[in-house]
């Protein structure tokens, strides 16, 4: 315990460096761009950014705490400023690199026009960010199995990931999603975990929306590593307490088809995942579809003989260049739908934001899956 302990003291003071490293930067570019202001203007920018170099790191410790309407309102406040940091991080860099490209020809770049363009530009991209995160979108694909039954044929899953629902999305957010689920009517939904964000919430009250789902197959649950931030069970007598089934580390039959649940901390460790696999008795001759947080060890599951591997944890990054990042990550498979040898594999962007309640490129989303013959 006192090693974890010091494990996340160390983590939160290097994430807490960062944060002043970053904000000392935009700040400095902006200085060096746009020009100072007066010293009274100046002192209270350095206080005003003391502030908000801290009140992410703040928010979360409050957030994993204390629910309440205080903590909601700040932990949003600072999750939008992380966000805009970003883009403002992404603006002073490309105010080096427009000085860097104009200076060798001796040409004059207007600082301060160039200044204004830029973090104007990013103040832009952030209120669409915020927009667009809010716009859940349905992506429909089709999808063949091998040894499907005949039952299955024309049925359809949806796949919901990545919810986080805690300060920044609650009742209200599900609420939506499970109107929209009750719109297209699936058979089945599976849920890839993230439902919660892990900081304190009503866990009864934010869930709840979940008993009004109607899925004649029923609804199909594996965590998270969110919900394994802190002891899991509460998040998962939640879920059930919902109606969902909650898979940890097991197989039942759904009409014919296998369907497996591997929790994050058993995708993490792949001989975990082996041994589970191995135990849950996979039918080669029957379709099967894995629900495992994250796409990993994809090996192990196509080895196995996993027909479908459902997944998320990437957000698909999100917004840039966590988009990059992640894509280098996790290469083809960060998103959508790919091919692992004799497996499909589906990544969902979700259909929530972890931190900045933002994204840009990456689209939210819940997915419906037709199963054709």
């Not at 400023?81 to 105010?95: K, S, Y």
């Not at 590593?225 to 998962?236: A, I």
């Not at 909650?246 to 995942?273: F, M």
Request: with cysteine; hydrophobic share 50%; net charge positive.
């Amino acid at each position: 315990m006192h090693r974890v302990r010091r494990r996340i003291t160390t983590f939160i003071l290097v994430v807490q460096l960062i944060l002043f490293l970053v904000h000392g930067f935009v700040y400095w570019t902006w200085l060096r761009f746009f020009g100072a202001p007066d010293p009274l203007a100046n002192g209270n920018a350095k206080i005003a950014l003391a502030f908000l170099s801290v009140s992410f790191v703040a928010a979360s410790a409050l957030g994993f705490r204390y629910s309440n309407a205080f903590v909601r309102v700040f932990y949003t406040a600072a999750a939008v400023w992380l966000g805009m940091l970003n883009f403002f991080f992404c603006a002073a860099c490309a105010c080096w690199i427009a000085w860097a490209a104009t200076a060798p020809f001796g040409a004059i770049l207007d600082r301060r026009a160039a200044a204004v363009s830029l973090f104007g530009l990013a103040i832009g991209v952030d209120a669409y960010a915020i927009y667009n995160a809010q716009k859940t979108r349905v992506r429909r694909i089709s999808l063949k199995l091998a040894n499907l039954p005949d039952s299955w044929r024309g049925r359809v899953a949806a796949l919901v990931g990545d919810m986080h629902l805690g300060h920044v999305r609650g009742r209200g957010f599900t609420q939506r999603i499970v109107k929209m689920l009750n719109r297209f009517h699936p058979d089945i939904v599976f849920m890839t975990g993230d439902l919660f964000d892990g900081t304190a919430a009503d866990l009864d009250r934010v869930t709840q929306p979940w008993i009004e789902l109607i899925a004649p197959l029923g609804a199909y649950f594996v965590e998270g590593n969110h919900e394994e931030f802190t002891d899991s069970h509460k998040y998962l007598d939640a879920v059930r307490k919902c109606g969902m089934r909650v898979l940890n580390n097991e197989k039942i039959v759904a009409d014919g088809v296998d369907l497996i649940g591997a929790p994050y901390h058993t995708i993490v460790r792949p001989a975990e995942l082996q041994a589970a696999l191995r135990e849950a008795g996979i039918d080669r001759q029957r379709a099967s579809i894995l629900l495992a947080h994250a796409p990993d060890q994809l090996k192990i599951a196509e080895d196995s003989g996993i027909s479908l591997q459902l997944s998320g944890h990437t957000h698909r990054g999100q917004f840039f260049p966590w988009t990059w990042i992640t894509a280098r990550m996790y290469k083809q498979y960060v998103y959508g739908l790919n091919r692992f040898g004799n497996m499909w594999v589906y990544t969902t962007s979700g259909a929530g934001t972890w931190g900045p309640p933002m994204r840009l490129g990456a689209p939210p989303e819940i997915v419906l899956i037709r199963f054709d013959s």
